[in-house]
C-alpha cells in the first residue's frame, strides 16, 4: 500500500479506540450481511486492478471525486459497537474534519505540515508537526496496483440491496464499493473478521476556506511532536 495520510491514520486511531474502548463488556462481531444469492464471500477472481488512478468499476466513481482534490462530505462510519459521524472538508492539502461518536465531539484541522486538535470545551487547541507525507490524498494512498479484483454483486448495504465491486490485496485487506444508481453510496473495510461500513450522507465541491481557519482567541498548545 502507498504512504497513509495523516487524515486517514487519526480516523484509524479513533474507530481503533472506540471499538476498544466499549464499556468494558464483550463486542459482538459485526458478521457481513449475506448477498443476494444468500453468500457472504463472491467469487474468487484472479483480474488484476488497472493501473493508474482508479482500480475500475464502482470504486472508479468514488476516486475520481476524491482525486480532485476539493471536496466535502458528510459520512457515517458504523462498525461493532460504535458509530462515528464525520463531515469532512479538502481543499488541496489542507483538511478540516468534524467527528461525533456518543455525544462527542472531536474538531482536527490539517494545514501548514500542522495538525490542530481543537478542544472548544478548553477553548484551546493541540498542534502536532506532521512530514510533507501527510498531504498525500486519499485517492493516491488507497489506488495500488497490488489491488486485485475479487468479485462484483449485490448485497445489504445501508437497508438497501445495492451493486458492489470489491476488491483485496495480498495482505488480506478488502473493501467493497457500493454505487446507488449513478451516486456513490459507501464502502465497507473488512478487519479480521468484523468490517466498518461507511455510509456517504452528502459529495459536494462547496469548501469554503474558513472551514481551514482556526479559532479565534483559543490558547495555543504545543507539544513538540
Do not use: W
Request: contains cysteine; hydrophobic residues 35%; charged residues 20%.
Amino acid at each position: 500500500m502507498k504512504r497513509t495520510s495523516a487524515l486517514i491514520l487519526v480516523l484509524i486511531m479513533l474507530l481503533s479506540m472506540t471499538a476498544c474502548g466499549g464499556g468494558g463488556g464483550q463486542q459482538t462481531t459485526n458478521n457481513p450481511p449475506a448477498n443476494s444469492n444468500g453468500e457472504n464471500k463472491t467469487e474468487a477472481a484472479t483480474e488484476a486492478a488497472p493501473s493508474g488512478t482508479g482500480l475500475g468499476g464502482a470504486a472508479d466513481a468514488f476516486f475520481a471525486m476524491f482525486s480532485g482534490g476539493t471536496y466535502h462530505m458528510k459520512a457515517k462510519m458504523i462498525g461493532s459497537e460504535m458509530e462515528i459521524s464525520v463531515e469532512t472538508y479538502v481543499k488541496g492539502d489542507m483538511s478540516s474534519m468534524v467527528m461525533e461518536n456518543d455525544g462527542e465531539t472531536t474538531k482536527m484541522i490539517l494545514r501548514d505540515n500542522n495538525m490542530y486538535i481543537i478542544m472548544d470545551e478548553s477553548k484551546s487547541y493541540i498542534v502536532m508537526e506532521t512530514s510533507e507525507d501527510a498531504n498525500v490524498s486519499p485517492a493516491e494512498e488507497i489506488v495500488t496496483d497490488s489491488m486485485k479484483h475479487i468479485g462484483s454483486g449485490k448485497a445489504d448495504f445501508n437497508g438497501k440491496n445495492l451493486q458492489y465491486d470489491e476488491y483485496g490485496d495480498e495482505d488480506g485487506n478488502k473493501t467493497m464499493f457500493f454505487m446507488d444508481g449513478k451516486d456513490l453510496a459507501g464502502t465497507r473495510s473488512f478487519i479480521g473478521d468484523e468490517y466498518v461500513d461507511t455510509i456517504i450522507l452528502l459529495l459536494d465541491n462547496n469548501v469554503p476556506n474558513n472551514v481551514f481557519d482556526l479559532p479565534v482567541g483559543y490558547q495555543e498548545l504545543n507539544f513538540g511532536f
